[in-house]
């Protein structure tokens, strides 16, 4: 099971955090994707982190702006993105891997939805 | 990056048919390609990954194959359930991309 956090409404320049819990399976043994949904739009893939070691790999399109952490003693992943635009508005999804294999999106959290607005 | 292009965009049939939706890859991805199928309002569900294996529980008239560059998501005899918007997704390099999507709509 992966459940996010609730929705949120945030400020152009400002950050949101989002997190995502995962239980029913060993937390360090799969890895994290998060994928963002602007409004009726596509699947857009941000980054992905191992639950094992905190390694990541970001889409170039948000380096710089962009963390994702791991707290195994709570099992929750985080992604936080900074200097947020209008553009940002959309549903964030963490979405842990199906398999050891990296890659295959197996179990996704319900999305949370970010809004920027002045 | 590896872009992904899905055809066609939308398609309009009537349950009972036979769809096969298809994807091309700008370069090989090595049979590390999934479909996710995503209804309004819902995250996305993991049908197919690795080209042609089911995922936990997706019923028997889904099925994919493909290798190389070019993918397909076959749905046979197809239910009222089924109408929704369908990706595809590799995993062969970094970055993963999706494809646009096609939609799957009642004629």
């Known amino acids: 099971q992966v459940v996010q956090s609730g929705a949120e409404v945030k400020k152009p320049g400002a950050s949101v955090k989002v997190s995502c819990k995962t239980s029913g399976d060993i937390f360090t043994k799969f890895g994290i994707s998060w994928v963002r949904q602007a409004p009726g739009q596509g699947l857009e893939w941000m980054g992905w982190?191992?639950?094992?070691?905190?390694?990541?790999n970001y889409a170039q399109s948000f380096q710089g702006r962009v963390s994702m952490t791991i707290d195994a003693s709570t099992e929750t992943a985080y992604m936080e993105l900074t200097s947020l635009t209008s553009d940002d508005t959309a549903f964030y999804y963490c979405?842990?891997?199906?398999?050891?294999?990296?890659?295959?999106?197996?179990?996704w959290g319900q999305g949370t939805l970010v809004t920027v607005s002045s | 990056e590896i872009v992904l292009t899905q055809s066609p965009d939308t398609l309009s049939l009537s349950p009972g048919e036979r769809v096969t939706l298809s994807c091309r890859a700008s370069q090989s991805v090595f049979g590390y390609l999934a479909w996710y199928q995503q209804k309004p309002g819902q995250a996305p569900r993991l049908l197919i990954y690795?080209?042609?294996n089911r995922a936990t529980g997706i019923p028997a008239r889904f099925s994919g194959r493909g290798s190389g560059t070019e993918y397909t998501l076959t749905i046979s005899n197809l239910e009222p359930e089924d109408f929704a918007v369908y990706f595809c997704q590799h995993r062969s390099s970094w970055p993963i991309t999706f494809g646009q999507g096609t939609r799957l709509e009642i004629k």
């Open positions: 690795d080209a042609s």
């Open positions: 979405a842990r891997d199906y398999t050891i294999i990296r890659g295959i999106l197996g179990y």
């Open positions: 982190i191992s639950t094992y070691n905190g390694d990541t």
